[in-house]
């Protein structure tokens, strides 16, 4: 990083040890560099480190069977999908019993163009639910368990539309 006066942060020196950039953007890398300011003029630069914000995703990881997060239920767990341009994969699994009936939604914000899928698997790994195709908003529903054991959700996300990052809720 060059220093300039285009791209210096704050031109007036601050005294506290901290700085909160805060015209950042979730996604995009930041390369920052620190000098002192003393009254005989200002430090070399620091070493240069770099930054790339954004929504932490507190399940992860979650991308497989394995290391599945495990809900109870009746649970609501706030999630985040991120990692684009790839699909952001997270898995979750439940102890089920037999006659039970389930309701598995997501609750995203629906003015972003974001594609959810949504399915139900068995401990075998066989696919035993998913919403109705097209729908906007992906919900299982009145689904019965046939019979005792653990359940895993797969929840996929994929922006369509260039957005990097949103919160949501399963």
């Known amino acids: 990083v060059e220093i300039s006066e285009e791209n210096r942060l704050n031109n007036i ?3 506290e040890f901290s700085y909160d950039d805060i015209s950042v953007e979730n996604g995009n890398s930041y390369f920052y560099v620190v000098t002192a300011v003393f009254d005989t003029g200002e ?14 995703d507190p399940y992860e990881p979650n991308d497989d069977m ?8 009746s649970a609501s767990l706030e999630n985040a999908i991120i990692n684009p341009p790839e699909v952001d994969l997270d898995w979750y699994k439940f102890k089920g ?3 039970q009936i389930v309701i598995i ?5 629906l003015s972003l163009n974001v594609s959810i899928n949504l ?6 790994g066989n696919e035993l639910a998913h919403p109705e195709p097209d729908s906007i ?4 529903e009145d ?3 046939s019979e005792s054991g653990i359940y895993y959700i797969q929840v996929s996300g994929e922006f369509v539309d260039g957005t990097t990052m949103s919160e949501n809720k399963i």
């Open 66 to 73: 394995q290391t599945a997060t495990g809900i109870s239920y």
């Open 43 to 56: 430090s070399a630069p620091s070493k240069e480190v770099n930054a790339t914000p954004g929504i932490p």
């Open 119 to 124: 399915v139900l698997i068995d401990s075998n």
């Open 143 to 145: 689904f019965q368990l």
């Open 105 to 109: 939604e997501t609750l995203v914000d």
């Open 137 to 140: 908003k992906p919900v299982i």
């Open 13 to 15: 020196p601050i005294k």
């Open 97 to 99: 019993t037999a006659g």
